[in-house]
């Protein structure tokens, strides 16, 4: 079946403008998260969401930051105002909650913010 | 809140040797241990992992060690082959509320040389 997609797969915005980011995860999937992966570095956990509640937003940098999710479905990711020190590689994933565990990553979406 | 810290950042390897990377985390109460293999450009991918009721886990050249008491975990790769060259991160299920917060490490570059 599909994997986890994300859309668009690269973005390129000029500082202070807003960008939306968007995942789609495998159907079925009831967990989603959303991870910033900067150049050469590892994956810095954002946000999940269990079903469309995220009980565990902890991650988000700053109130710049918001995520929504409908449903079990398509979940979006907004920066407002955008920094330089935003550009990165966006990753979403999925796991089925009960009962899986492992983490089903999507493709990314690399933002660049000139 | 749990801490993931990996060792070494780089390695390199001949084709056919082993390679180890390891892994220590903070909060005993973590239960879950993934590992996750990225290609350049590519999406993270899980290739083993273990709970903490496990000290071994193996699979075919990829193995898994858990020392709950040392709260260390280490990916051992036996008869390294060319394809292994990745970044391998490992991953800690740090507990909150909701169980779900999955903290990363670093990653480490692993290189086999043919």
């Known amino acids: 079946g599909a994997g986890v997609s994300q859309s668009p797969s690269n973005k390129v915005t000029e500082k202070g403008k807003d960008v939306e980011l968007r995942c789609d995860p495998i159907s079925g999937h009831t967990a989603l998260y959303w991870y910033r992966q900067r150049l050469g570095q590892g994956l810095e956990f954002l946000i999940y969401?269990?079903?469309?509640?995220?009980?565990?937003k902890s991650g988000l940098p700053s109130d710049r930051f918001s995520a929504e999710r409908t449903g079990e479905s398509v979940s979006t990711l907004t920066i407002q105002r955008t920094q330089q020190e935003d550009s990165a590689v966006y990753l979403c994933?999925?796991?089925?909650?009960?009962?899986?565990?492992?983490?089903?990553f999507g493709p990314g979406t690399r933002l660049t913010v000139t | 809140g749990e801490n993931v810290e990996q060792h070494p950042s780089t390695l390199s390897v001949q084709e056919g040797d082993s390679a180890v990377i390891k892994c220590t985390y903070s909060?005993?109460?973590?239960?879950?241990f993934p590992w996750y293999k990225q290609e350049l450009g590519k999406r993270p991918q899980l290739i083993i992992d273990?709970?903490?009721?496990?000290g071994e886990k193996k699979d075919q050249r990829i193995a898994v060690t858990l020392n709950k008491t040392a709260k260390h975990f280490s990916l051992h790769i036996t008869e390294t082959q060319p394809e292994d060259s990745a970044v391998y991160f490992c991953?800690?299920?740090?507990?909150?509320?909701?169980?779900?917060?999955?903290?990363f490490g670093p990653g480490t570059r692993l290189s086999v040389l043919p």
């Open positions: 969401f269990q079903g469309n509640s995220a009980p565990d």
């Open positions: 909060d005993s109460a973590s239960n879950y």
């Open positions: 273990i709970r903490s009721n496990v």
């Open positions: 994933a999925s796991s089925a909650h009960p009962p899986g565990d492992e983490q089903y």
């Open positions: 991953a800690a299920r740090g507990p909150n509320n909701y169980g779900q917060n999955f903290v």
